[in-house]
T-cell receptor, first 117, second 109 residues
Framework: DAGVIQSPRHEVTEMGQEVTLRCKPISGHNSLFWYRQTMMRGLELLIYFNNNVPIDDSGMPEDRFSAKMPNASFSTLKIQPSEPRDSAVYFC???????????????FGPGTRLTVL | RKEVEQDPGPFNVPEGATVAFNCTYSNSASQSFFWYRQDCRKEPKLLMSVYSSGNEDGRFTAQLNRASQYISLLIRDSKLSDSATYLCVVGRGAGKSTFGDGTTLTVKP
């Protein structure tokens, strides 16, 4: 399923290093979301964009996290410097909907599994 | 209190059993409701939307009670392939959604 492409799929890095996660969504989406999933906290919304503009970043845990969406086909999530507690699966997702509700669905990418040593 | 709460599980059932999952949400302004399925080490995928009138898709039935702020998912005649984590999702418009922590189902032969 090439709907949302994320890279890398796996990342192992050492504490203090910069990590950049990438997302290439399919065209025609309304919004783009970055989530983080851990066993302890489940699936958490970090930030979402509407028309490439960040709308709500209240879920971003700290200033070490930043996200950009320079155009409708690309977004990045950066962690600098990374810490072991950042280890998680990071998902990028897009929202597709139509008026009337015939389509109202979030499509997730396969995720990036990040391990910070 | 979490905005979306689900049965903690895990649920371990034999093939052919009927199993029900419950979910409650706290934001009365919530507009849309869904069940997503997540297989081990995979991304969540939409299973079905949930409507006030209730809806059915094969062996799966979803119900919504807005007055009680309660959502349910019923799986009949469970299959081995139904083993997964089921996430209750509540939306507030523009796609912004809150996911429950999920309930894990294991169907055994």
């Amino acid at each position: 399923d090439a709907g949302v492409i994320q890279s890398p799929r796996h990342e192992v890095t050492e504490m203090g290093q910069e990590v950049t996660l990438r997302c290439k969504p399919i065209s025609g989406h309304n919004s783009l979301f970055w989530y983080r999933q851990t066993m302890m906290r489940g699936l958490e919304l970090l930030i979402y964009f509407n028309n490439n503009v960040p709308i709500d970043d209240s879920g971003m845990p700290e200033d070490r996290f930043s996200a950009k969406m320079p155009n409708a086909s690309f977004s990045t999530l950066k962690i600098q410097p990374s810490e072991p507690r950042d280890s998680a699966v990071y998902f990028c997702a897009i929202h597709l909907w139509t008026s009337g509700g015939a389509l109202d669905e979030q499509f997730f990418g396969p995720g990036t599994r990040l391990t910070v040593l | 209190r979490k905005e979306v709460e689900q049965d903690p599980g895990p649920f371990n059932v034999p093939e052919g059993a009927t199993v029900a999952f419950n979910c409650t949400y706290s934001n009365s302004a919530s507009q849309s409701f869904f069940w997503y399925r997540q297989d081990c080490r995979k991304e969540p995928k939409l299973l079905m939307s949930v409507y006030s009138s209730g809806n059915e898709d094969g062996r799966f039935t979803a119900q919504l009670n807005r007055a009680s702020q309660y959502i349910s998912l019923l799986i009949r005649d469970s299959k081995l392939s139904d083993s997964a984590t089921y996430l209750c999702v509540v939306g507030r418009g523009a796609g912004k959604s809150t996911f429950g922590d999920g309930t894990t189902l294991t169907v055994k032969p």
